[in-house]
């Protein structure tokens, strides 16, 4: 009986089966976009992103140019001052101004967005001042980064994703966009929070798990519940740049694609 019903409805089905392999081709093509947007907080740091004068180790610039991979650079406003190179308790000078390295940082195809001007955190500085030196904070940095690169930054990293609400939401008014990791955000949306620099200080504290494997953990985390796109959020510190190379290559070897914050948004935020 079964048989006969198929025969007579064989070409609905084959109509069916052609409808369902379009399907799988879209489901197919769907997941094979897994992107990171790699991102940099806290610089322009020259050492970092130059390497030191003694060559230990490698380069964050080299490491992306080699991998061919566009990064995007939270930077702090106040850095982009002229001959500016850094702080100089923890940064070496290696003849190169955070001006100069952010100009290289757009020549090379690499974003730069707002990290604030004074890198204060906002909600405390909030209480003191007032939600308008919060809101001329973000303004100044971006200001700051305007007149470098020309371009206005459209996103803001809150340092240590501090914001009140009202701040944040009087900045997205102005028509910033703010990272997050806070989970009334779609998670796709939502910022990796590698703790690089938790592997700067005694790294005895924190010997459970390396860098490395505590981002891929996270990565896969996510990847459980079906979310093939990832915001990862460092800093520029000499320790991460060590471990890029092998965080890149692996992440290329799952199929990952690497992209700007910009370009991210525009491929994972328009989705619905
Ligand atoms: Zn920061």
Not at 21 to 32: D, E, P, T
Request: a neutral charge.
């Amino acid at each position: 009986m079964a048989k006969v019903i198929l025969g007579d409805r064989v070409s609905s089905y084959k109509v069916l089966a052609v409808c369902a392999l379009l399907f799988l081709n879209a489901g197919a093509a769907f997941s094979a976009d897994k992107l990171i947007a790699l991102t940099f907080d806290d610089g322009p740091r020259p050492y970092v992103l130059f390497g030191t004068k003694d060559h230990a180790g490698p380069s964050l610039l080299n490491v992306l140019d080699d991998n061919g991979v566009k990064a995007t650079f939270f930077v702090v406003g106040w850095r982009l001052t002229p001959k500016t190179w850094g702080e100089r308790r923890h940064e070496e000078n290696v003849g190169i101004t955070c001006i100069d390295a952010a100009e290289q940082l757009v020549r090379r195809g690499h974003e730069l967005e707002d990290h604030t001007y004074s890198h204060i955190e906002l909600r405390g500085a909030e209480r003191k001042r007032g939600e308008q030196w919060v809101i001329g904070d973000v303004n100044r940095g971006a200001e700051a980064i305007k007149a470098v690169t020309g371009t206005q930054p459209h996103y803001l990293r809150p340092p240590d994703w501090i914001i009140s609400d009202d701040a944040r939401r009087d900045l997205e008014r102005q028509g910033y966009h703010l990272l997050t990791i806070s989970q009334q955000n779609p998670i796709a949306l939502r910022d990796v929070n590698s703790l690089d620099y938790l592997w700067t200080r005694a790294s005895l504290e924190y010997p459970k798990t390396s860098l490395l494997d505590g981002v891929l953990q996270q990565v896969q985390q996510r990847e459980k519940r079906g979310v093939y796109t990832h915001i990862l959020a460092f800093h520029e510190l000499s320790t991460t740049v060590k471990v890029m190379p092998e965080l890149i290559a692996n992440l290329k070897a799952r199929g990952y694609r690497f992209v700007t914050l910009s370009q991210y948004m525009q491929l994972v935020g328009a989705r619905p």
